[in-house]
């Protein structure tokens, strides 16, 4: 397996509320060994996507920004927004994964400011998926109207303005695997 960043050719370009929303695939070599290792990996219950449903906590894992560094996932998503952003440097202020089982509640939410120029990588994380589990992230207007959803492909990378309103769907009944999304935040580098 080769060290060196995957080139990513401009993915699928979406656009939302005047923001950008570009979908990936095939940039991330070792979908299952990270898959593996999450599945081995401490999960607390503490993350909340707004202080209105803070009631409705999900399951987070904290990744230090240290070891995202070293990772091929990140060296995927620095070329992916490279192919989309050659003009502009961002860096990760934070890294984490989320788990959502059947009957998880995943708020509407944004990620940032309006005003803000920050972006998140959101990377789906599973050995296999099938459409009818669910799983969607789903990306609504400011009256929150939806008006794209991404499937939760193993291996997609979704990279999208933080200014968005958004919401990961927890999977359907009859999927019994873990449904995982790696979250890197991203700012302007100055």
Request: aromatic fraction near 12%.
């Amino acid at each position: 397996m080769s060290s060196s960043p995957p080139s990513a050719a401009p993915g699928r370009h979406l656009g939302l509320i005047g923001q950008d929303i570009w979908v990936f695939d095939d940039l991330l070599p070792n979908v299952g060994q990270m898959v593996q290792a999450l599945d081995a990996a401490p999960f607390t219950r503490t993350e909340v996507a707004t202080p209105e449903t803070a009631q409705f906590r999900h399951w987070v894992n904290e990744m230090d920004l240290r070891t995202l560094a070293s990772l091929p996932v990140f060296k995927a998503t620095q070329a992916a927004l490279k192919a989309v952003m050659p003009d502009r440097s961002y860096r990760a202020y934070r890294c984490y994964t989320n788990f959502a089982a059947y009957g998880d509640v995943l708020p509407i939410h944004t990620d940032c400011r309006p005003d803000a120029d920050e972006y998140t990588a959101l990377w789906f994380l599973a050995g296999s998926w099938q459409p009818a589990w669910g799983g969607e992230t789903v990306f609504y207007d400011t009256r929150h109207d939806a008006h794209h959803a991404v499937s939760p492909r193993p291996g997609r990378l979704v990279l999208f303005h933080g200014a968005i309103p958004h919401a990961g769907r927890p999977p359907e009944r009859l999927c019994l695997a873990p449904r995982y999304t790696f979250a890197i935040k991203l700012e302007r580098c100055p």
